[in-house]
């Protein structure tokens, strides 16, 4: 173990964030350096006691936040800013084993202001893809050029490097800003936080060059370095869940009794909402596919409707064609010879699918040892070890 680096990863407290970051803080234990996960304690508590590689370490500030609270991004965001920052700073001014550098989501641009005022070089993290990063970086563009968000095929000019195929419908919804300014407050502020992690020491992207080469091309150029170290969890040797929900894996047993490639797997997330008019409209839209179909169901995903309606509800389905859970265990569902499709889709077609499979090999090319994902994060691991020396 490199004893002389110590490295903080700072995710954002949603689910989708925090699974590739433990996949990455297990890719550096890996490497030989020492890793300190930081959770918020509403997330620690919440998480199964489970066993974790040697040398990487849970530790947990206040998001300052009452247990009950929904946690809606911008209120999160704000009480991470206001209550959070002051643990996060007093954490790494008197951790036992000196931070020598910070790995931060980029959702939150204070967790890299503070460690940069303290010395510490800090990095940013985007969990989501080149192209989706892009589009939030040209968001200002986007607004000059008029290309906001409509259900158009008009080709979109203000994201570099995507004006071949990037349609006005593909954009978010949420970029929409009219003459005065206004605009979807979420994703204006998600587009500000974009733009300040740009201007960390470096960027890391849960992604492959293969996949994304022009997209990282043009971040590149508007940052001082990308790393392009994904898929995090192909490499990953973590077996632990990182899960805030239980569980259900019985729902398993449910799908070893299916066909090959005969179910339709259905998860909206660890935070949509929906209505009981869309609920009741989607179930009978999977209803009429004629699939079976596995439902992860958090009990506060429909709004003013009790659990054990929307199970009865579903249990109505003829002929035991439909299964629920409150939370399923996704990357086994996801693996599982049964499942053929994810979310909306009808059953992929033989096309998608062998696009999906050269796709599939490709990443896995990329994640082996002389891949270039794998070049990249031993590249990012000497950046780390460069900079931890520097801090000293």
């Not at 809606?72 to 007093?90: D, G, N, P, Q």
């Not at 994201?159 to 605009?183: A, I, K, N, S």
């Not at 794998?374 to 000497?382: A, K, N, T």
Request: net charge negative; charged share 20%.
């Amino acid at each position: 173990m490199d004893a002389a680096v110590h490295v903080l990863v700072f995710p954002w407290p949603r689910q989708g964030h925090i699974n590739p970051m433990l996949h990455f803080a297990t890719a550096l234990v890996d490497a030989g350096l020492q890793v300190t996960f930081l959770h918020t304690e509403h997330n620690l508590r919440r998480l199964p006691q489970a066993p974790l590689p040697p040398r990487l370490r849970l530790l947990s500030i206040p998001d300052g936040l009452p247990d009950d609270h929904p946690r809606s991004f911008l209120e999160l965001l704000e009480s991470m800013r206001k209550t959070s920052s002051a643990a996060y700073r007093a954490l790494l001014l008197s951790a036992d084993a000196p931070v020598t550098c910070v790995v931060a989501d980029g959702t939150m641009p204070f967790a890299i202001d503070v460690a940069e005022e303290l010395g510490i070089p800090a990095l940013a993290f985007a969990t989501h893809s080149a192209c989706s990063y892009l589009a939030l970086l040209s968001m200002p563009k986007l607004v000059e050029l008029g290309e906001t968000p409509f259900p158009a095929d008009d080709l979109v000019c203000g994201v570099p490097g995507m004006e071949g195929f990037l349609r006005r419908r593909d954009l978010p919804r949420g970029l929409y800003c009219t003459e005065q300014g206004e605009g979807d407050p979420w994703m204006l502020k998600l587009a500000e936080v974009t733009a300040r992690s740009s201007k960390a020491c470096a960027l890391i992207l849960n992604t492959t060059t293969s996949m994304e080469q022009p997209a990282l091309a043009h971040i590149a150029s508007r940052t001082s370095d990308v790393f392009a170290v994904g898929p995090l969890h192909a490499r990953s040797r973590l077996t632990a869940s990182a899960s805030l929900w239980q569980e259900d894996d019985g729902c398993m047993a449910w799908l070893d009794s299916h066909e090959d490639q005969s179910v339709v797997y259905v998860s909206l997330g660890s935070r949509a909402v929906i209505t009981h008019e869309q609920f009741t409209e989607f179930l009978s839209g999977l209803v009429a596919t004629g699939y079976a179909f596995l439902w992860a169901l958090r009990p506060d995903m429909v709004q003013m409707t009790s659990s054990t309606l929307l199970r009865e509800a579903i249990g109505a389905v003829e002929g035991g064609k439909a299964h629920v859970v409150e939370w399923a265990p996704q990357r086994d569902v996801l693996r599982h010879r049964a499942v053929g499709c994810f979310l909306r889709e009808a059953m992929v077609s033989d096309e998608i699918r062998g696009v999906a499979q050269a796709m599939a090999q490709q990443l896995r090319l990329d994640v082996a040892q002389v891949g270039s994902s794998s070049s990249e994060l031993e590249r990012l691991v000497r950046f780390i070890r460069e900079l931890s020396i520097r801090s000293c």
